[in-house]
């Protein structure tokens, strides 16, 4: 019996969540160079680019964030961050690799790009678009903590060209939001979700956390019924995990603890699968193993199936992840170091890593798993690979698990399957990148 299925397992720190292949942790500054010399090559036609900017300010840090935030920083060194993206913005956009090309998506992550004022927000983009026009993306993904929302900056928000606005709810209850050091509280929820619906975004996407510290059934299915009063386009829930740079982390390693104080793996999955029951039957439709959308032909996530589709990705700020024509990069993880080398002109690489094509399409795979459906005729036409005779013994396994079924060419996860997506994709990855560590 596979680990994904070997009954209660702890919360134990630690990666589990799959964002990319290979894992990070084999990336390195070897390559570094490499980022250089991709840029300086044209595009391979029929990709598109999509743009991402990190805007690494908070109110708050949560006890569970392990994404590189700021806290402490003031305007005049919000200001300097900001120039110093679009100093960066303007040096890539004139590379052969991005130059002419028009973004199919735009992500703004964090952090909290709503922690920017509304005056900061319009200058930024207007800027940026006169770099790199988004005049056509078909998607333009804002991420916000609700409590830094008003109507100015919702309008803001709207006027930028925000198609997807998604709200990091996380839980209801504002004792739990409080345990897990998040800065927002229910009434803000409340308040930020009508304004925005009066904006009239095309997508307004909920973020939930199933495992918070102290969360309980109770809760979990309070959650679920005031998810499905506001009627969100689309909900996003994440299982909680302990990475080891987090506030929980470091808690339990100065008490000497190796179980983090949030619920098990089996209950954090049993939690989503009856998230998921009570969406489908409020009219929702499960499009992978996160999300739930109220309408499938409407709803869509560019930035999630293009980047797992093999799109550029031009990732800007300090932390940022890229991917350039099959180069995976991430820049420089402080500030100070990565406004240091925007400032003489050179590229903010922290590290790297030149996938293969093998590479390439095993990362295309596993991603279209979490998707929990993989058509098998997409390999064989894009890579010359027959995916089902590959992994044939590994994907008997898992049928025999209940897990997923090969039906007509097609891989199709069951819900169980899809719930714990995340560890049966260890199995697809190869020999020289199986570890216990992912991160």
């Known amino acids: 019996m596979s680990a994904a299925t070997d009954g209660k397992k702890a919360t134990r720190p630690g990666n589990y969540f799959i964002s990319n292949y290979p894992p990070f942790s084999f990336w390195s500054e070897d390559e570094n160079k490499r980022v250089e010399e991709i840029y300086e090559n044209g595009p391979k036609e029929g990709v598109p680019l999509g743009l991402y900017h990190h805007i690494p300010f908070c109110r708050k840090r949560c006890h569970f964030c392990y994404f590189r935030v700021y806290t402490d920083k003031n305007a005049s060194e919000i200001r300097q961050y900001l120039d110093g993206t679009l100093r960066e913005l303007e040096m890539m956009s004139q590379k052969p690799l991005i130059a002419g090309r028009k973004p199919q998506f735009v992500y ?6 709503s922690y920017l004022s509304a005056k ?20 333009v993904a804002f991420e916000c903590e609700p409590g830094t929302l008003n109507e100015g900056k919702l ?3 709207k006027e930028i060209g925000v198609t997807r606005l998604s709200l990091g709810i996380e839980n209801f209850d504002d004792r739990i939001l409080e345990i897990n050091g998040r800065a927002h509280r229910s009434k803000e929820v409340g308040r930020a979700y009508e304004r925005a619906r009066a904006e009239g975004f095309e997508q307004i996407n909920i973020d939930l956390i199933a495992g918070m510290v102290e969360e309980t059934d109770e809760n979990w299915r309070r959650n679920i019924e005031r998810t499905i009063e506001l009627e969100p386009d689309s909900v996003t829930i994440y299982q909680m995990e302990i990475p080891y740079n987090t506030t ?11 179980v983090a104080p949030v619920a098990d793996w089996e209950t954090k999955r049993r939690w989503v699968k009856e998230a998921f029951a009570a969406l489908e039957e409020a009219g929702y439709s499960v499009g992978s193993g996160y999300t739930a959308v109220r309408d499938k032909e409407r709803t869509k996530f560019v930035y999630r199936d293009s980047l797992w589709g093999g799109a550029d990705l031009l990732g800007l700020g300090v932390a940022s992840f890229s991917h350039a024509a099959g180069l995976h990069y991430q820049n420089l993880t402080e500030i100070d170091d990565y406004l240091a080398a925007i400032e003489s002109g050179r590229l903010p690489t922290k590290r790297s890593f030149q996938t293969t ?6 990362r295309e795979f596993i991603l279209r798993m979490k998707l929990g459906r993989v058509d098998a005729g997409i390999f064989t036409e894009k890579y010359g690979v027959d995916v089902l005779g590959r992994w044939e013994k590994e994907l008997e396994g898992l049928s025999e698990e209940g897990l997923l079924n090969v039906v007509g060419g097609e891989i199709v996860l069951e819900r169980d399957g899809l719930l714990c997506v995340d560890n049966i ?10 570890t216990d560590q992912l991160v």
């Open 155 to 157: 309008a803001a928000i």
């Open 357 to 362: 094509e093998e590479e390439r399409m095993i």
């Open 108 to 113: 703004f992550g964090g952090g909290t790009p």
């Open 120 to 139: 900061q927000l319009v200058e930024l983009t207007d800027q940026m678009k006169g770099y790199l026009s988004w005049d056509e993306a078909e998607e």
């Open 425 to 434: 994709l260890h199995d697809f990855f190869l020999s020289e990148h199986k």
């Open 248 to 258: 929980i982390y470091r808690e339990m390693k100065d008490a000497g603890k190796l």
